[in-house]
């Protein structure tokens, strides 16, 4: 199976990961804009919310190059908002300092940042996944395990997965494919059955 890196990527990627047990993560594409690469979705008390990661614009354009804006004030305002969101869940006391821990370390890198996501989830979760980095771009051909480009946040997703307790589920009604911390703070050691 072949996608792009993704920062707190969505439900539907690790229920990817729970059918594979090596996933290639596309190493060689340029950085594309407004997608999963930078941003996630959470379920905030107003709703569902986007947290994006600004990146900087310094020539580079591979993905592994791209460097994060530390500049900005994303980080304190990113870990406010997942603590508001999830603060009342389950298990978001539980994970809340090791995740924190990871995007306090300010890794320089966006490729770097999301492949530790994917492996704090992964390992929090119960998913022996190996994730491999593409040695060369290929265009996509259509085939059935490149999802390189078909998930995006622009897109419709046809992934629903199975309803969970969500916190704010009673003002909103289940939100379907959220970050994957929505399911992890909210099921904790139970997510792994919800990736079907």
């Known amino acids: ?5 993704a920062y707190f990527p ?7 990961f729970a059918k594979y047990s090596v996933v290639y993560v596309e190493a060689c594409e340029n950085y594309i804009k407004q997608t999963y690469r930078n941003r996630c979705r959470i379920l905030s008390a107003n709703g569902a919310q986007d947290l994006r990661l600004p990146v900087l614009h310094d020539g580079h354009r591979n993905i592994r190059e791209i460097r994060i804006d530390y500049s900005k004030d994303w980080l304190r305002q990113s870990e406010y908002a ?4 999830y603060s009342s869940s389950a298990f978001f006391e539980y994970y809340k300092d ?3 821990s990871i995007l306090d370390s300010r890794l320089e890198t966006l490729w770097d940042l999301n492949l530790a996501l994917m492996e704090f989830f992964c390992r929090k979760i119960g998913l022996v996944t190996e994730f491999q980095p593409t040695w060369e771009f290929r265009i996509p051909q259509g085939e059935p395990q490149d999802w390189r480009y078909s998930l995006s946040p622009k897109r419709a997703s046809s992934y629903t997965g199975r309803p969970y307790y969500q916190v704010f589920r009673e003002k909103f009604g289940f939100v379907p494919n959220l970050s994957i911390m929505d399911l992890l703070f909210n099921e904790g050691p139970e997510s792994i059955c919800y990736l079907e």
Do not use: G, K, N
Not at 1 to 5: G, P, Q
Not at 82 to 85: L, P
């Open 1 to 5: 199976m072949l996608i792009s890196t």
């Open 10 to 16: 969505p439900i539907e990627y690790f229920a990817f």
């Open 82 to 85: 997942i603590e508001s969101a």
């Open 98 to 100: 090791e995740l924190f």
